[in-house]
T-cell receptor, first 111, second 114 residues
Framework: DGGITQSPKYLFRKEGQNVTLSCEQN?????MYWYRQDPGQGLRLIYYSQIVNDFQKGDIAEGYSVSREKKESFPLTVTSAQKNPTAFYLCASSNPTNEQFFGPGTRLTVL | GENVEQHPSTLSVQEGDSAVIKCTYS??????FPWYKQELGKGPQLIID???NVGEKKDQRIAVTLNKTAKHFSLHITETQPEDSAVYFCAASPWGGGSEKLVFGKGTKLTVNP
């Protein structure tokens, strides 16, 4: 069953802690993306990776970090430097014709 | 960079009526325009897309039109049903044969009243 999985579905973090959000895909896509979604807002790009071992900053990369050691995996770390991390985080991957497919999302809440 | 404006932000229709959502974009290099449907608490789902070499595309009750001269594209849903209720996002991308970034509009919350 092909698709994109994100875990956990819900995540709670204390202020000052780093947390890592998981994203895995078995669609054999080269490109992967992380977006942040706030209530009433569109999707804003955090980081993207077009190929293994390479990634670029998106529009709101400050306070986040990523790695792309495997084609299937693109984890996102929300660091303590991110001042307002409470949001819905979405991972996506795209095929060579640029069709992007999204995972189910992780809702992060800072306590 | 690209900027995508989407209107209206909310739309309420009666079941069976049509719904139209409009988007404008700023970058003339953009040539790929997808539409996504997002249900509450879920990830967006790609429902239809259009590329700049065509002016209209249909898939059952949904259609998308593109006017490259005016830099706007629209989503049309006919014979709306309650299950069409969701948030819809448009996006634009300067697709160049590889994997390019999408720039999203802020979404339209569609409510279909039974």
């Amino acid at each position: 069953d092909g698709g994109i999985t994100q875990s956990p579905k819900y995540l709670f973090r204390k202020e000052g802690q780093n947390v890592t959000l998981s994203c895995e895909q078995n669609l054999n896509h080269d490109a992967m993306y992380w977006y942040r979604q706030d209530p009433g807002q569109g999707l804003r790009l955090i980081y993207y990776s077009q190929i293994v071992n390479d990634f670029q900053k998106g529009d709101i990369a400050e306070g986040y970090s990523v790695s792309r050691e495997k084609k299937e995996s693109f984890p996102l770390t929300v660091t303590s430097a991110q001042k307002n991390p409470t949001a819905f985080y979405l991972c996506a991957s795209s095929n060579p014709t640029n069709e992007q497919f999204f995972g189910p999302g992780t809702r992060l809440t800072v306590l | 960079g690209e900027n995508v404006e989407q209107h209206p932000s909310t739309l309420s229709v009666q079941e069976g009526d049509s719904a139209v959502i409009k988007c404008t974009y700023s970058d003339s290099a953009s040539n790929y325009f997808p539409w996504y449907k997002q249900e509450l608490g879920k990830g967006p789902q790609l429902i239809i897309d259009i590329r700049s070499n065509v002016g209209e595309k249909k898939d059952q009750r949904i259609a998308v039109t593109l006017n490259k001269t005016a830099k706007h594209f629209s989503l049309h849903i006919t014979e709306t049903q309650p299950e069409d209720s969701a948030v819809y996002f448009c996006a634009a991308s300067p697709w160049g044969g590889g994997s390019e970034k999408l720039v999203f509009g802020k979404g339209t919350k569609l409510t279909v009243n039974p």
